[in-house]
């Protein structure tokens, strides 16, 4: 017995979520679960996953929390510096390649020690909204859309029936949340409510939107408040396998 909570203490742990980032006409949305496990141990259930990282740029972070935070904290620093030198040489803030580049280098000089996996994205008036993947190993990809996390082997087939070029900023944002809380619906590593960020040229917008506004799927109960509201409903139908 003892042994056995020993290796579910010291043994690897399954650190799940979901994380998107989707270019529109106009923009970028980024889109996260909140839930943070430990194994089958819900640690934090309504976490923030999307960081800021200057006034146009922001991150997804998905894998190991504290690595995935301490990143982002170091990576602040650094566009303090590098926004500023920015400002004096352009003028204007760092663009979103500048900081895509800059979390590259920092994940793939420290790739033998760092469980993360990154999405930033942003918008600047050189390129407009731009989506960069950063995955384990601290490769630089450039996406229209890119998804990650635990959550993400269940959407790359929604994904490429339900993604177009050229959507409008409701219909990427309503893409988004579909996609986390299918994703959620799915994955026993993402849970808890959909955060999004929208950055485009007016600026940034945060929107949150709690469990029970999220979409239902098939054969998915709808939340409840306790176990006794549960019970005390009537009797669900048996599953047929």
């Known amino acids: 017995m003892e042994s056995h909570k020993e290796n579910e203490i010291n043994g690897p742990h399954s ?10 006409n106009g923009g970028v949305v980024l889109g996260a679960d909140s839930r943070t496990s430990t194994g089958v141990y819900v640690a934090n259930r309504a976490s923030d996953k999307i960081t800021q990282l200057t006034d146009n740029v922001y ?8 690595d995935s935070q301490t990143v982002s904290d170091y990576l602040r620093a650094d566009f303090d510096f590098a926004g500023f030198a920015c400002r ?13 580049n800059l979390v590259r280098m920092l994940s793939y000089n420290n790739k033998n020690f760092l ?7 942003g918008w600047d008036k050189y390129e407009g909204g731009k989506i960069y993947g950063v ?3 601290g ?15 269940y ?11 050229g959507m409008t900023q409701e219909e990427a944002e309503q893409l988004v949340v579909k996609a986390v809380s299918l994703a959620i619906a799915r994955d026993g590593a993402s849970g808890g409510v959909v955060r999004t960020v929208t950055i485009n040229s007016e600026g940034v917008s945060r929107k949150y939107y709690p469990e029970d506004k999220l979409p ?4 998915e109960l709808e939340p409840q408040n306790s176990l006794l509201d549960i019970l005390s409903s009537s009797s669900p139908e048996p599953m047929v396998s």
Do not use: N
């Open 115 to 121: 469980q993360t996996g990154m999405i930033v994205g």
């Open 155 to 165: 959407l790359y087939g929604f994904f490429d029936q339900a993604w177009k070029d």
């Open 59 to 66: 991150i997804c972070r998905s894998g190991s929390a504290a």
């Open 135 to 137: 995955p384990l190993g």
């Open 139 to 153: 490769t630089l990809l450039e996406l229209p859309f890119t998804i990650g996390g635990s959550g993400s082997s």
């Open 88 to 100: 004096i040489q352009l003028g204007q803030p760092a663009t979103v390649k500048v900081a895509a």
């Open 216 to 219: 239902r799927w098939h054969e």
């Open 15 to 24: 650190m799940g979520t979901t994380i998107i980032g989707v270019t529109y």
